[in-house]
């Protein structure tokens, strides 16, 4: 991948990805390079093989202080509040503007390879937006997590509100997006909308690198395949989901990848998975 990004930074290791929000608004605030680059570069991630794991990570002391208002004001249609003559062609502009920026959300979530957010400092509206579309969360003790868009007048809309109550429940999401009130990285803890929380940011950027190498050292299509089967069940009935597996496994578990886990369980080494 040669590609030069202005909101972001990629980074890759030994089959993890790290995408690093850059900016250039402040607190790595999301304007509209962001909203263009994001989809882009997770197509990208998604389509190369080498790729086993993503981690998501902000630039400097906070994770993302979400939607840059100012530098989105036009193309969002802000400039033309307080006017009664909006009409139907810059409604159907701002609709699909909208459509246009839930993209970052959802290549993410869509993405086949795992995603794990490493959250320090500020998460704020579009930041939380971002880590509600990952697999995994962790957050080091200094993170602050705000669903704030109904303290801006602005209903959550690019997939906070759609995520969340999977991930924190019904009552918890309404009251983060009701009150729009900041929670610190131990609430995030109690209620689940993170996994772990680590003293230090150097901490918390250690164990989402060594999870994403422990997913890497797996099988990397039977992960994907992971992935996509819970992704699928998600909205479905277990019978509905387990069939889906079966059908998922009769065509793909015949791998050279589980020829090579039973040779190496069999030769006491340590598997190395090619993904065919």
């Known amino acids: 991948m040669s590609t030069e990004y202005k909101s972001l930074r990629l980074e890759k290791r030994s089959g993890v990805a790290e995408v690093v929000l850059t900016g250039p608004g402040k607190g790595n605030a999301m304007g509209p390079d962001f909203w263009r680059e994001m989809p882009q570069l997770f197509d990208e991630l998604d389509r190369d093989d080498e790729t086993r794991a993503v981690i998501i990570r902000g630039e400097g002391g906070n994770f993302s202080y979400g939607l840059d208002l100012m530098a989105m004001a036009g193309s969002i249609g802000i400039g ?71 303290r801006i007048a602005i209903v959550a809309d690019l997939g906070s509100l759609q995520r969340l109550p999977a991930i924190i429940g019904q009552g918890h999401t309404r009251e983060l997006a009701f009150t729009g009130k900041d929670i610190d990285a131990a609430r995030a803890l109690r209620i689940g909308l993170v996994s772990d929380v680590y003293e230090m940011p150097e901490a918390l950027l250690e164990a989402a690198r060594q999870i994403a190498a422990g997913i890497a050292a797996n ?43 039973i040779t190496a369980f069999r030769e006491r080494r340590k598997p190395e998975f090619k993904g065919q």
Not at 122 to 140: E, M, Q, V, Y
Not at 223 to 250: F, H, L, P, T
Request: hydrophobic residues 45%; glycine residues 8%; neutral net charge.
């Open 80 to 150: 033309g509040l307080g006017s009664s003559n909006i009409l139907a062609a810059e409604r159907t502009k701002f609709l699909d503007k909208v459509g246009e920026m839930q993209q970052a959300c959802n290549r993410v979530a869509d993405c086949r390879k795992p995603v794990i957010a490493a959250i320090n400092g500020w998460c704020i509206g579009g930041g939380l937006d971002l880590i509600s579309a990952c697999d995994i969360r962790l957050a080091s003790t200094d993170a602050k997590f705000s669903l704030r868009e109904a």
């Open 219 to 261: 099988p990397p299509l039977v992960v994907q395949g992971v992935k996509q089967v819970m992704n699928y069940c998600a909205d479905k009935s277990i019978a509905d989901g387990e069939r889906y597996v079966a059908v998922w496994n009769s065509a793909f578990m015949h791998s050279l990848d589980l020829v090579e886990a």
